[in-house]
């Protein structure tokens, strides 16, 4: 009956072994899974975050230097009324494109508010603009002056005050990015020393199967012998 108990004992090994491989092929997968979204959250940081974080800064330079070109043309006499308008154009041409850009990233919900209101800013702003424009087409510069002094830089800081909130959101969701990624970080690395275990384990397995059997075999060869 020995040679019974000793294939249920293989058997029981076996089975063993059919799992912990199982969990080894469970591990690998879930690892793939954690270094899969470890790179989208890496690419999300650089591509809806870096990216984002920089065109928030050339906004920002475009819009002062729209304040600047207006303020120039109003007090002094060094700018003429056509290249004001060219200057304004390109400085309007960029802001739409960084815009539009930002807009195609990924966008929390807050986000997404904060860019709607400072394309709404924005489109306010040039309204001014244009009615400075035409004020000053017709000689009406002292007025369109008061305009710029009233409604034009009140405009202005509130569309820099979007720019501050979008700048103040991507730190707060970057932040969580990178907690997020630690997290799978810390989770790979558990999976990681499961599989050393689980690999002893086998190990362990493997080689009490072969000294068992060098045993069971010792012990038939001396029966037979008697």
Same mark, same amino acid.
């Given at each position: 009956?020995?040679?019974? %108990?000793?294939? /249920? /004992?293989?058997? #029981?090994?076996?089975?063993?072994?059919?799992?912990?491989?199982?969990?080894?092929?469970?591990?690998?997968?879930?690892?793939?899974?954690?270094?899969?979204?470890?790179? +989208? =959250?890496?690419?999300?940081?650089?591509? $809806? +975050?870096?990216?984002?974080?920089?065109?928030? %800064?050339?906004?920002?330079?475009?819009?002062?230097? @729209?304040? %600047?070109?207006?303020? /120039?043309?109003?007090?002094?006499?060094?700018?003429?009324?056509?290249?004001? @308008?060219?200057?304004? $154009?390109?400085?309007? #041409?960029? *802001? @739409?494109?960084?815009?539009?850009?930002?807009?195609?990233?990924?966008?929390?919900?807050?986000?997404?508010?904060?860019?709607?209101? !400072?394309?709404?800013?924005?489109?306010?702003?040039?309204?001014?603009?244009? @009615? *400075?424009?035409?004020?000053?087409?017709?000689?009406?510069? $002292?007025?369109?002056?008061?305009?710029?002094? =009233?409604?034009?830089?009140?405009?202005?800081?509130?569309?820099?005050?979007?720019?501050?909130?979008?700048? +103040?959101? &991507?730190?707060?969701?970057?932040?969580?990015?990178?907690? $997020?990624?630690?997290?799978?970080?810390?989770?790979?690395?558990?999976?990681?020393?499961? &599989?050393?275990? !689980?690999?002893?384990?086998?190990?362990? *397995?493997?080689? =009490?199967?072969?000294?068992?059997?060098?045993?069971? =075999?010792? #012990?038939? &060869?001396?029966?037979?012998?008697?």
């Amino acid at each position: 009956m020995k040679w019974t %108990f000793a294939i /249920q /004992q293989k058997l #029981k090994a076996a089975t063993v072994l059919c799992g912990i491989m199982l969990m080894i092929v469970f591990f690998t997968f879930l690892e793939r899974k954690n270094v899969a979204d470890m790179n +989208r =959250s890496v690419t999300s940081i650089y591509n $809806d +975050r870096l990216i984002p974080a920089t065109d928030i %800064f050339y906004l920002s330079e475009h819009l002062y230097g @729209k304040r %600047f070109l207006a303020e /120039q043309f109003l007090r002094s006499h060094d700018l003429q009324l056509a290249e004001l @308008k060219k200057q304004l $154009d390109q400085h309007n #041409k960029n *802001i @739409k494109s960084l815009i539009n850009r930002f807009e195609k990233t990924y966008l929390v919900n807050k986000e997404q508010e904060y860019l709607n209101n !400072l394309r709404n800013k924005v489109h306010a702003y040039n309204q001014i603009e244009r @009615k *400075i424009i035409n004020l000053s087409g017709t000689g009406s510069k $002292d007025v369109a002056l008061a305009l710029y002094e =009233s409604e034009g830089k009140k405009t202005h800081e509130a569309t820099i005050k979007q720019l501050v909130l979008l700048t +103040r959101i &991507q730190t707060t969701v970057g932040g969580e990015l990178i907690k $997020d990624s630690n997290g799978k970080v810390a989770a790979a690395s558990m999976i990681s020393s499961l &599989q050393i275990v !689980l690999s002893i384990v086998t190990g362990l *397995i493997i080689i =009490s199967l072969i000294f068992a059997s060098k045993i069971t =075999s010792g #012990k038939e &060869q001396n029966f037979h012998l008697n």
